[in-house]
């Protein structure tokens, strides 16, 4: 069983990283789409479902370790001598590779593990569950659509000539159900429409024209395949509240989308097709990879008939819609600056120092793990240090008894530690083949004094980590005011969508009935008015509550940006130190083996 742990471990250690790392980057993203919307009310439909997809596939992107494209705008360092190129390479390595130096505190590095091998491995769990389910369900729609009949030649005829108009390549088969409530497209490949047979054929010709419409306008968009990767994100991010934020709204935004196009495509007006959303009410079925005509709510069902009412009808508009989705794909790129090339013109120099650095002339000494702080960054990648058994150093330094500093792995911890008697100080490293222990006081207070500016770079990192983490917890807190609000805007939505069906409902028994009805009939009309204003009412008072939380989360975020360039300015500060002191280490190991104070072992 040990040996399957440690087996795994690199592999758990990669996939929790790379979970929290997509969480956080992602959810930033999903915050800037959310924003975009808010602050551009009016915002074309499709390019709000464009913005709603990105967020998932942000989070998708963030999560699979893609190395960031490197963009060359920086300007290049100042020219160093090639002989300190050989220093930096082995610290770079060492700081690039959180974790190590925590292979000398033994039980600490244990509960850890074990922390991250559980919560992995329950993650994983649960997302086998969801995929199962959610093929299970896609199955069970799938023999829904292969137990519906052949819908009328009528019917087909009228796909046929949308699919003609739509330019689609070909019409895809329409067939009738009584075990759907709703219009719906699936299958990517071979797709089918299918139609409840009651609820359409309830339908005037004119709204049965609509519907389909509709439906061939979820292929000509391609939204069966691009529903894919918020399905899955939905899945792999089950635990993140504002993954399930994007994927509803993406589906949201997807429906409103195609209600627009129909509306251009067929030039019909928006109340009559309003109405026929409202004929056709809400549906309980579970759709995932299939597109539904009908929203699963009534606060979806009339967030969809307010947004007929918003169809932008301007070139402007349209244009600060793309707009924004161009910013978003960029933004979802990985993509890191780097430093220009320092001497474009000299070739043969840039391959010499390539090769200097490549096959480092003296050993060095790697940056001692205690102090490897979570935000320093690595090296660049053009000096990574050679593999020769002759330039490879690894060392354990015990301090005392909380304290070790290392570059190693753990055998290489255990290894120093057979040779130390009780508490002492003392030095185990390994120069290729040869191993040497050092007890001289004098030798450990300069690695020690070596070591010192590192520990107090890495003490000032901790600080100001310390404070970002503070500001983390007020936003959180903040976020959480926030989700609050939500949910009562979306209660209040609910009512108004309900209020808005009895609205519908009462205009129906109103032409339907004599005139000596109408009284009554207008008297509820005039109460469901009244309940609807002041439903409105409570929706502005919780708007304003919304936009109260946007100053005091924009200040933090502020505050956290300039603690960030703080931090960004420590690495590169760190950077410096770890080179320096891999060189005094690299010349201080040396003098010890000649002096005689480095004893070689077996």
Known sequence: MANVVELLGPLTST????????????????????AACRLIPRLPASARCTLWWLASLKLA?????????????????????VESVSAVPQSARISSTPGVAENATGPTHSAAFSWRFVAVGAWMAILTLLLATLVNRMRKINRIAGRAIEAPAEIQRVAARLSQSLELPKTPEARISEEVDTPLVLGPRRPVVVLPATRFAALSPEEQRMALCHELLHLQRRDLWLAWIPALAERLFFFHPLAHLAVREYQLTREAACDAAVIRALDARPGEYGRLLITLGISRLPMHLAA????????????????????????RLRTAGWAAVLVA??????????????????????????????????????????????????????VQPGKGKETDLNYVLFLDEQRTMMSGSSADSSRAASFRKGKEQLLWFRRGEREYIVRDPAVLREVAEIYRPLQ???????????????????????????????????????R???????????????????????????????????????????????SDQMEAFNKPMGELSKEMNSLSEEMNVLSRKMQEVSAKAAAEMSGLLGRAISSGAGTEVK
């Open 292 to 315: 539904a005509g009908s929203p699963s709510s009534y606060s979806k069902l009339k967030r969809r008939i307010t947004m007929l009412r918003d169809i932008p009808n301007t070139r």
């Open 15 to 34: 996939a929790f990283d790379s979970l929290v790392r997509a969480s956080v980057q992602g959810g930033i993203f999903i915050l800037f789409v959310w």
């Open 456 to 494: 107090e770079v890495g003490g000032d990192q901790a600080k100001i980590g310390s404070k970002q983490a503070k500001i983390g917890g007020q936003q959180a807190e903040i976020g959480k005011q926030q989700a609050a609000v939500g949910r009562k805007q979306a209660e209040i939505g609910a």
């Open 329 to 382: 794909a960029f933004a979802i790129t990985p993509l890191t600056f780097v430093a220009r090339s320092q001497d474009r013109e000299k070739p043969a120099q840039a391959a010499l120092s390539t090769r200097a650095a490549r096959n480092p002339s003296s050993p060095v000494a790697a940056r001692p793990g205690v102090v490897a702080p979570a935000a320093a960054q690595p090296a660049a990648p053009s």
């Open 496 to 542: 108004q969508a309900q209020i808005g069906s009895r609205q519908a409902a009462s205009a129906a028994r109103r032409a339907g009935r004599e005139r000596v009805d109408n009284d009554e009939l207008v008297r509820e009309r005039g109460e469901l008015e009244l309940e609807m204003q002041q439903l409105g009412r409570e929706m502005d008072e919780l």
């Open 61 to 81: 992107v963030a999560f699979l370790c893609v190395d960031p494209l490197p963009i060359p705008v920086l300007d290049p360092p100042p020219p160093a001598p």
